[in-house]
């Protein structure tokens, strides 16, 4: 088997927050803890979870936009944490981002021309004779007509300035887009146009994606494999179809049955789930979901569970594997 | 008036022929156009649409409070329980918002008063609109809060919103909201800010409060999934105007308004195996644009050339009682064009 084209070990990323009058207190705050994962070529993995649960943040670590504190990102064999301003600089034509907002990441004194020509220029990739060419390739490629060039970014919907984002994340070329929440800002009607011009790029082109998200939905459409977060841990993994379809980590399943399907059958009547997330801030003991927990054991509050492998898929909880049945 | 069906109970709230006016580049242009709909005790109906297609319009309209420097309500009728709210003076109207209707928002935040402790914030309703003691509002407050779920609630009374996280603020507008035991409660969006294993909370005390205090919920949402777990009735709204209305089984096993269709198929779905997810091309025409027939038919792939000259009535569906759908081509509007 092939090298993956990206692989995650061990990543943990401590921030240090002030708190109290004056932040005369320092509390450390564990938002990536000891995550794991691999991306191939072409692959899409999703990353899955809700606020603070440190999918942005393992996301931005990939491109080394935040400096994971542990643990490597290997880029095509390369741990890329390694790495100095000059490789880094090359490393960031292969793998770009995409943001929620692409209206916060525009510059809105900028035309879309100027915005898509600047990074092919600088890194060499067009010339000022035919970057104009390569531009209208650009806008193309992501539906958008040729005139958009002269526009600025105000002057475009939501959808479209996302598509615009896409196009610049497009012009370096690269292998592996991280998109964070690259849909969630959108209307349903335009998410779908969006998310096809995405699967539609990923197969012409081959890409890899890291898609960060946290609609079930929208991942278990774009993604082939996904990793479940909660607070900082991954706590299961696996092809989506086997993680949404027979969710193992008490956890999946309360995210499953809570992700709203239009299905007037699954009625909601009582929450299976309750209480809210646990600050990060106020880690508990042992599993960091047993206070929500339906099923949580006396080992539960203890230690933290070991990542095993149960059913196709990897889980971190003290239920599997199950103690062999007796008979 | 030309509904041609009520529900059979004295609904709680009736609107008819309501029309919404915003004033833009000295234009009046309408931004809700020509809603009814009518909300049944213990029953919600929820109203279901993309962004600007007048949804929170609407509940704005119906708790009166579109800004009169900007737009205005230009037609129609609004009855809270037989009474007619366009005819009151702004006092009548205060002395029934946040008593016999109340409304609750996306984000608890900016309808909260940051400087006062959440427990004085809900008693100051009862205070206001019920002539509570001190004592008496203080006391109903917490059973509120408790009510509501706050977990140790008598200890959090004293706590500002800032101190609570998003879903425990929700809860706290609820209480608030429901303070005064209001006949009709409107949420706006009420769950979008929250997680979903928060949302799903939110949505199980709602549906329980609307039974046990048999009120009528206007529900605003663009969240499909949310309105199959949520609604009894669902509205669906496209460039100002309801374009399908059924009860929530009907909508959702025959969508008939080609937009609905489209709506549910370009949702991707945690339920089921990857599918194709067939897009709606192209936008919604923009508030300024007058067209003479239906909006959607610019997008649409049923159009024919009379859809795009006049709007379609919305008409009774066929085989599908209660179900009704503003589209020439699918729904059955012979009966009514011969009337008109």
């Known amino acids: 088997m092939s090298r993956p084209l990206l692989e995650v070990k061990n990543l943990s990323k401590r921030f240090v927050v002030k708190r109290g009058f004056m932040g005369s207190r320092k509390a450390e705050l564990h938002a990536v803890h000891d995550v794991s994962f691999s991306v191939a070529e072409a692959e899409a993995f999703g990353i899955v979870g809700e606020s603070g649960c440190g999918k942005s943040t393992a996301g931005r670590s990939l491109l080394r936009l935040i400096e994971p504190s542990e643990g490597q990102v290997l880029y095509k064999g390369e741990n890329i944490v390694d790495f100095g301003a000059d490789r880094l600089r090359a490393l960031r034509r292969d793998i770009q981002i995409i943001f929620q907002d692409p209206y916060a990441s525009l510059n809105p004194r900028m035309t879309i021309g100027q915005t898509l020509a600047e990074p092919m220029l600088l890194h060499g990739l067009a010339s000022r004779a035919d970057v104009r060419g390569k531009v209208e390739a650009a806008l193309l490629e992501v539906g958008l007509p040729a005139q958009a060039m002269q526009k600025y970014p105000h002057e475009f919907s939501g959808g479209q300035r996302q598509r615009i984002g896409i196009a610049r994340a497009l012009s370096l070329n690269p292998k592996l887009i991280v998109a964070d929440e690259p849909v969630s800002a959108l209307d349903v009607s335009i998410q779908a146009q969006v998310l096809l011009l995405m699967e539609d790029l990923q197969r012409k082109r081959g890409l890899s994606f890291v898609f960060i998200s946290h609609d079930l939905g929208v991942v278990r459409h774009f993604c082939d494999n996904v990793a479940v977060m909660y607070l900082g841990r991954v706590v299961e993994k696996g092809s989506v179809d086997t993680l949404f379809e027979q969710p193992l980590h008490p956890y999946t399943q309360a995210l499953r049955a809570a992700s709203p399907v239009p299905d007037p059958a699954r009625k909601i009547t009582v929450a299976r789930i309750e209480g809210d997330i646990a600050s990060p801030l106020d880690p508990v003991s042992g599993c960091h979901f047993h206070p929500r927990c339906p099923k949580a054991m006396d080992v539960c509050r203890r230690e933290y569970p070991a990542v095993r492998r149960a059913e196709g898929r990897e889980v971190a909880c003290h239920l599997y594997p199950r103690t062999p049945a007796a008979a | ?340």
């Not at chain 2, 702004?90 to 427990?119: D, H």
């Not at chain 2, 004293?158 to 101190?163: F, I, K, R």
């Not at chain 2, 609820?174 to 939110?202: K, S």
């Not at chain 2, 792939?301 to 081509?329: I, N």
């Open chain 2, 1 to 340: 008036m030309n509904n041609p069906r009520h529900p059979p109970a004295a609904p709680v709230l009736a609107v008819e022929n309501l029309s919404t006016e915003f004033r833009v580049q000295g234009r009046w242009l309408p931004a809700i156009r020509d809603l009814s709909f009518s909300v049944g005790r213990n029953e919600t109906l929820a109203i279901v649409g993309e962004s600007g297609c007048g949804k929170s319009i609407t509940s704005l309209s119906v708790m009166r409070l579109i800004p009169a420097s900007q737009g205005r309500v230009a037609r129609g009728s609004i009855r809270l329980d037989g009474q007619e709210l366009l005819a009151l003076p702004e006092a009548g109207m205060e002395k029934i918002r946040g008593n016999r209707m109340a409304m609750i928002f996306q984000e608890p935040m900016t309808s909260l008063n940051p400087v006062m402790t959440v427990g004085d914030q809900i008693a100051e309703s009862l205070r206001h609109h019920r002539q509570a003691t001190r004592a008496e509002a203080r006391q109903r407050a917490l059973e509120l809060l408790e009510w509501v779920r706050i977990p140790s609630a008598r200890s959090r009374y004293g706590d500002y919103p800032h101190q609570f996280s998003g879903g425990m603020r929700q809860r706290v507008m609820i209480a608030m909201a429901l303070a005064c035991e209001p006949q009709l409660l409107l949420a706006d969006e009420p769950t979008t800010a929250l997680d979903v294993t928060i949302q799903v909370q939110i949505l199980a005390l709602l549906a329980e409060l609307k039974a046990s205090r048999q009120m009528g919920m206007v529900f605003i949402t663009h969240n499909l999934g949310v309105v199959a777990s949520i609604a009894d009735r669902v509205a669906v709204m496209y460039g100002g105007r309801i374009i399908e209305q059924a009860d929530v089984r009907s909508l959702f096993e025959r969508p008939t308004h080609p937009y609905t269709e489209a709506l549910l198929r370009s949702m991707p779905r945690v339920d089921r195996p990857r599918a194709d997810l067939r897009p709606i091309p192209g936008q919604v025409p923009p508030i300024t644009e007058e067209l003479p027939g239906c909006r959607y038919a610019g997008r649409c792939p049923l159009a024919e050339p009379r859809c795009l000259r006049s709007v379609p009535p919305l008409a009774p569906v066929a085989g599908s009682p209660g179900h009704l759908a503003r589209c020439w081509v699918r729904a059955e509007p012979a009966c009514l064009e011969d009337a008109a």
